[in-house]
């Protein structure tokens, strides 16, 4: 059975801060998921973890297996894209439970929130595909922003981009570029002790369900079954960035929303964040994304997992300053996309040369400095040193090469000297870490 998006009747509720819109639990949207309720009648509602558009995610105990999981559960005019690429992804690789632990484990799994299980629900606003992972801690980016200094202490820092890189490079091997890379999509797994806890412990320990009301403003009449007594505020289950140890530092790569295979459907539009979105996406929008723009945006979240902010600077900054940002590192566009910038006499003269004041210009040394070393030092932190730091700023502006065709390919970004010496050997250490933990 599949609904319209658009709802049949508008209704005004009171505002709730931190959930999901009211006034989308209607035909084809949320479905009303309750505390304590079975899914599958298999999967006991715990608490809140999320929600997005197109779905709510629920923590639930599996009740077949004891362990906690999470329970996507889409609107009814949801699609399955998602699910299905995860899905194909996953094919051949044998199944892990969750909190699975150890090195056989991690060669088997491919760093990716593998389907557990699919299903829908039937309910009064539609039919609802769902999904089963296992559960996350929270986002390398949640975990940022609940550090004061907003930084992953460096051998941390290094496994994850190591991870980060290996997750792309089985991806692009399957065919997909991912299309949304960046720390917001970056999941840190919960560890395998979440499973030791009951219900009530798991309560006692990160807080109960608050439960709050759903109250209609303008009349007293029913709620109606498509929309539930009550919602939510999502769990907190994350930690601050700066307080993760390299045996914690394990990741999987999220959303696959948009992922697609340039050998089947061509992308024009990128949906990656501005700040790292390729330069193509700008200057060749009717030539397809391919796997290079999925080098450009990892470049870009690769330095702010050792920074404590984005490569390019401004989060609201338009593309025109975007692009000259990316000049000051990079060096001139190439001729045809110099001569396509409107705005470029604003930035630069015909040669190049930046018309700002030189205190404006930040280069890779200037940022790299900036944003990474001295962050570091003033709170004790370990820093780069030189060697690593040569190896790292020239694997870097490799991958932000302006042409898609002159990026490395992932598998090259693997093994470049920075990857080979300083972040991969930091992945061995953690999944060393991870084993004892089994």
């Not at 396509?340 to 700002?356: I, T, V």
């Not at 940022?367 to 730091?389: A, N």
């Not at 090469?401 to 598998?411: C, H, I, K």
Request: charged fraction near 25%.
């Amino acid at each position: 059975m599949h609904y319209t998006t658009a709802p049949t009747q508008s209704f005004r509720f009171q505002y709730i801060d931190g959930v999901e819109s009211l006034e989308d639990y209607r035909p084809g949207g949320y479905h009303p998921v309750q505390i304590d309720k079975r899914l599958h009648q298999r999967y006991r509602v715990v608490h809140k973890l999320g929600h997005g558009t197109f779905s709510t995610a629920w923590l639930a105990l599996d009740e077949w297996t004891s362990k906690y999981v999470v329970v996507k559960v889409g609107t009814a005019d949801a699609n399955t894209r998602e699910a299905n690429i995860l899905s194909e992804l996953a094919a051949g690789i044998p199944p892990v439970a969750p909190g699975s632990e150890g090195e056989n484990v991690v060669e088997k799994a491919p760093l990716l929130p593998l389907p557990l299980d699919r299903f829908y629900i039937k309910g009064p606003n539609g039919t609802h595909p769902c999904f089963v992972t296992a559960p996350a801690r929270c986002s390398a980016m949640d975990a940022k922003e609940a550090s004061g200094p907003r930084l992953f202490q460096l051998d941390v820092a290094r496994a994850t981009a190591a991870q980060l890189t290996m997750a792309v490079s089985y991806v692009h091997s399957k065919g997909y570029v991912h299309g949304d890379l960046h720390l917001g999509n970056v999941l840190l797994e919960l560890p395998s002790s979440l499973n030791n806890l009951s219900i009530e412990q798991l309560y006692a320990k990160f807080g109960a369900p608050e439960k709050e009301p759903v109250v209609r403003l303008k009349d007293q009449s029913p709620l109606g079954p498509g929309v539930p007594p009550y919602v939510v505020p999502p769990l907190w289950l994350g930690i601050a960035s700066d307080k993760i140890t390299v045996d914690e530092a394990k990741i999987l790569l999220g959303d696959f929303g948009v992922a697609f295979r340039p050998s089947e459907e061509p992308r024009f539009q990128s949906q990656a964040p501005l700040v790292i979105r390729p330069p193509e996406a700008f200057f060749e929008p009717t030539v397809s994304l391919s796997f290079g723009s999925d080098i450009w945006s990892l470049g870009c979240t690769l330095f702010e997992l050792l920074a404590h902010r984005s490569l390019i600077d401004g989060i609201l900054a338009p593309q025109d300053e975007i692009t000259a940002q990316q000049v000051h590192l990079q060096g001139r566009l190439p001729p045809e996309w110099w001569e396509k910038w409107e705005e470029r006499p604003k930035w630069f003269d015909e040669q190049g040369n930046a018309l700002s004041n030189p205190r404006d210009v930040w280069s890779w040394d200037r940022r790299f400095d900036q944003w990474i070393q001295e962050p570091r030092q003033s709170i004790g932190m370990e820093k780069i040193g030189d060697e690593e730091r040569l190896a790292l700023l020239q694997m870097l502006r490799w991958r932000l090469s302006w042409r898609p065709r002159e990026r490395p390919s992932v598998d090259q970004v693997l093994g470049t000297a920075w990857m080979t010496r300083w972040a991969l050997p930091a992945y061995d250490r953690s999944r060393k870490g991870w084993a004892r933990g089994a």
